[in-house]
């Protein structure tokens, strides 16, 4: 199906444990973008891409680590997770240029006990 | 660096009435400024964009205003309907010289309530 989606939906994990979420989208877009959504910060953006190969730091960069191998995935990953990284985590993509609508996959929920 | 100010955090209205919620900016070289909603449980989806060579526009009961030289730009839900809860994000779009890419960053929401 086209569109952006993320995998895992949900996820539980345990403090220091690496764990890897998943973006994936089928419009060829340039521009990918990773926030986490906490009560009270709304969408706070932690890396973004403008290309394959081309990732940038946002707000938050803090204890993750970004790739962009090809196009179409951009997997946010946490290196020891820490329970002040327990959030709910959105993908995005927008086409070129990046100044038009970011769409955005349905989020992770992401628990670090 | 860009920041993108976004008031009030909680807005309750009666059905019917308006609403407005207000975004500033500091980048003066940003050029869109979209607007987003976000349901309960839902991912934010955009409702509404502007460009800077505009400087009002509208789409039946939500209009976008925007005043570059105050560097403000606000969201106006007229007759407002219970659907209309939800939380409303603007957006800013810096252009970051050192990397050549914008960036694309929120204000902190508006959790608007429509009492019926």
């Known amino acids: 199906d086209a569109g952006i989606t993320q995998s895992p939906r949900y996820k539980i994990t345990e403090t220091g444990r690496q764990v890897t979420l998943m973006c994936h989208q089928t419009w060829s877009h340039s521009y990918m973008f990773w926030y986490r959504q906490d009560l009270g910060h709304g969408l706070r953006l932690i890396y973004y891409s403008a290309a394959a190969d081309i990732t940038d730091k946002g707000e938050v960069p803090d204890g993750y680590v970004v790739s962009r191998s090809k196009t179409e995935n951009f997997p946010l990953t946490l290196e020891s997770a820490t329970r002040s990284q327990t959030s709910v985590y959105f993908c995005?993509?927008?086409?070129?240029?990046?100044?038009?609508?970011?769409?955005f996959g349905q989020g992770t929920r992401l628990t670090v006990v | 660096g860009e920041n993108v100010e976004q008031h009030p955090s909680t807005l309750s209205v009666q059905e019917g009435d308006s609403a407005v919620i207000k975004c500033t900016y500091s980048?003066?070289?940003?050029?869109?400024f979209p607007w987003y909603k976000q349901e309960l449980g839902k991912r934010p989806q955009l409702i509404i964009d502007?460009?800077?060579?505009?400087g009002e526009k509208k789409d039946q009961r939500i209009a976008v205003t925007l005043n570059k030289t105050a560097k403000h730009f606000s969201l106006h839900i007229t007759e407002t309907q219970p659907e209309d809860s939800a939380v409303y994000f603007c957006a800013g779009h810096p252009w970051v010289a050192t990397s050549g890419t914008y960036k694309y960053i929120f204000g902190t929401g508006t959790r608007l309530k429509v009492l019926a």
């Open positions: 980048d003066s070289a940003s050029n869109y």
């Open positions: 995005a993509s927008s086409e070129s240029r990046g100044d038009t609508e970011a769409f």
């Open positions: 502007i460009r800077s060579n505009v």
